[in-house]
C-alpha cells in the first residue's frame, strides 16, 4: 500500500500551492483522509481531514487558506493552499488508514 504526494515545491509569500496524495492501493472511500506537515525544527502537525462524509476540519493557523477535497473515483485528496506564508515551510504528509506518504517539500521565501 502506497500514498504517492506531489505538487511540492518553491513559492512567494502569498502565493498558492496544490498538493495532491493518490492512493491506489487503498480501500479509499470509507476513510478519513489526513494531512499533516513538520516544519524545520518542530514536531509534526495535524494540517486537516476531510472525513467519508466530504466534513472538514483544519488546525486554526491554516483555516481560511487551505481547502482539502477529496475525489473517491480517482482516489486521491488534494488540498489547495492559498495565501502561503513563510511559516508553512514544511515538509507535507497525507495519511489514511495508517499508512503515511513520504512527504513533499513545501517552501515560502521570497
Not at 494531512?35 to 491554516?62: L, M, N, Q
Request: one cysteine or more.
Amino acid at each position: 500500500v502506497q500514498l504517492v504526494e506531489s505538487g511540492g515545491g518553491l513559492v512567494q509569500p502569498g502565493g498558492s500551492l496544490r498538493l495532491s496524495c493518490a492512493a491506489p492501493g487503498i480501500n479509499f472511500s470509507p476513510l478519513a483522509m489526513y494531512w499533516y506537515r513538520r516544519a524545520p525544527g518542530k514536531e509534526r502537525e495535524w494540517v486537516a481531514v476531510i472525513t467519508r462524509d466530504f466534513d472538514t476540519d483544519y488546525h486554526g493557523s491554516v483555516k481560511g487558506r487551505f481547502t482539502v477535497s477529496r475525489d473517491n473515483g480517482k482516489k486521491v485528496t488534494s488540498l489547495e493552499m492559498n495565501n502561503l506564508q513563510p511559516e508553512d515551510t514544511a515538509i507535507y504528509f497525507c495519511a489514511v488508514g495508517g499508512t503515511w506518504g513520504q512527504g513533499i517539500q513545501v517552501n515560502v521565501s521570497s
